[in-house]
C-alpha cells in the first residue's frame, strides 16, 4: 500500500518561507514521478512542481518557478517543496502525489494522493 503523507504547512506572511515534506513508503519510487499540486477552496486542483525519480527531471509551474524548489532524499524516500517569497495567492492545500511512469501529466494523471497540507500567505 503506497503512502504518501504531508506536513510542514502554516501560516505565513507574504514574502516568508516554508519546506513541505512527503513522507512516502509503500512501494518502489525509482520509477515513479513524484509531484506537488495545491487546490485553493472553489478553485481547481492545479500543478506545481514534479520530478522523475529516476534522473531527477524537475519542472515547475510558470507561476512559481524561482521561487519553489523540488527535492529529495533518496535514503528516507522524502519529497520536499521548498517555498521563498510567497505571496498570497499561494494560499492553497498543498497535496503531494505520485505515479507510476515517465511524464509528468496533470493531476488527473496521479494514482497516489497525501491528506494534503494547509498554506497560508497573509498580506
Known amino acids: 500500500q503506497v503512502q504518501l503523507v504531508e506536513s510542514g504547512g502554516g501560516l505565513v506572511q507574504a514574502g516568508g518561507s516554508l519546506r513541505l515534506s512527503c513522507a512516502a513508503s509503500?512501494?518502489?519510487?525509482?520509477?515513479?514521478?513524484m509531484g506537488w499540486f495545491r487546490q485553493a477552496p472553489g478553485k481547481e486542483r492545479e500543478f506545481v512542481a514534479a520530478f522523475t525519480w529516476s534522473g531527477f527531471s524537475t519542472y515547475y509551474a510558470d507561476s512559481v518557478r524561482g521561487r519553489f524548489t523540488i527535492s529529495r532524499d533518496n535514503a528516507k524516500n522524502t519529497v520536499y517543496l521548498q517555498m521563498n517569497s510567497l505571496k498570497p495567492e499561494d494560499t492553497a492545500v498543498y497535496y503531494c502525489?505520485?505515479?507510476?511512469?515517465?511524464?509528468?501529466?496533470?493531476?488527473?494523471?496521479?494514482?497516489?494522493w497525501g491528506q494534503g497540507t494547509q498554506v497560508t500567505v497573509s498580506s
Open positions: 509503500g512501494g518502489t519510487f525509482s520509477s515513479y514521478v
Open positions: 502525489a505520485g505515479r507510476l511512469g515517465k511524464r509528468i501529466g496533470g493531476a488527473y494523471d496521479y494514482d497516489y
